[in-house]
């Protein structure tokens, strides 16, 4: 740096002319009057021929990475008893009720396991005895939201749920 150049400080929002060299000090001038007294390592110089033959490269955007885990399609759970097992004719209702909630919890168990964010229970339409021991499971369950499939029907036959 010598006398007459324009510096600018690093840190700061001053600059200046150089007005005296002494060592490693540099003093510069801004534009009000003052007198500035700083090392040579905090002041860079301001020179706009310097950035006139720089050529600017525009990169592509990175793409951003999605997990294949969030791009997955949600668990369908079917409570139809004929689906849970191979002879349905072989149990009387207490019995096919008490197996489809044990599949509803171990159904669960396996989401919050495996870090599954959405469920998707089809109960079906009928008398709703399926649908209202679905509702009291999901309601006994902590870190979940549910709510009709088909928000536009009174009743859909299946239930969406969320955990978080």
Same mark, same amino acid.
Do not use: W
């Given at each position: 740096?010598k006398?007459g150049?324009?510096?600018?400080?690093?840190?700061?929002d001053?600059s200046?002319?150089v007005t005296?060299?002494?060592g490693n000090i540099v003093?510069?001038? $801004?534009?009000?009057?003052?007198?500035?007294?700083y090392?040579?390592e905090k002041l860079?110089?301001?020179?706009s021929?310097?950035?006139?033959n720089?050529?600017?490269?525009?990169?592509?955007?990175?793409?951003?990475?999605?997990?294949?885990?969030?791009?997955r399609?949600?668990l369908v759970? $079917?409570l139809?008893f004929?689906?849970?097992?191979?002879n349905?004719?072989?149990?009387d209702?207490f019995?096919r009720?008490f197996?489809q909630?044990?599949?509803? &919890?171990?159904?669960i168990?396996?989401c919050?396991?495996?870090?599954?964010k959405?469920?998707e229970i089809v109960?079906?339409i009928?008398?709703?005895v399926l649908q209202?021991?679905?509702? $009291?499971? &999901?309601e006994?369950?902590?870190n979940? $939201?549910?709510?009709n499939k088909?928000? &536009?029907h009174?009743?859909?036959?299946?239930?969406?749920v969320e955990?978080h």
């Amino acid at each position: 740096m010598k006398i007459g150049d324009k510096v600018s400080v690093v840190d700061e929002d001053l600059s200046g002319v150089v007005t005296s060299v002494n060592g490693n000090i540099v003093v510069f001038k $801004d534009e009000y009057g003052f007198t500035y007294q700083y090392p040579k390592e905090k002041l860079v110089p301001k020179d706009s021929d310097l950035y006139e033959n720089v050529r600017v490269v525009k990169k592509a955007e990175p793409r951003k990475n999605i997990s294949k885990k969030h791009q997955r399609n949600h668990l369908v759970l $079917d409570l139809h008893f004929h689906n849970l097992v191979k002879n349905p004719n072989d149990y009387d209702s207490f019995e096919r009720l008490f197996i489809q909630k044990e599949k509803l &919890l171990e159904v669960i168990a396996f989401c919050r396991k495996n870090n599954l964010k959405r469920l998707e229970i089809v109960h079906g339409i009928g008398d709703g005895v399926l649908q209202r021991m679905v509702f $009291d499971v &999901l309601e006994s369950q902590t870190n979940l $939201d549910f709510y009709n499939k088909e928000i &536009l029907h009174h009743q859909s036959g299946a239930v969406m749920v969320e955990f978080h």
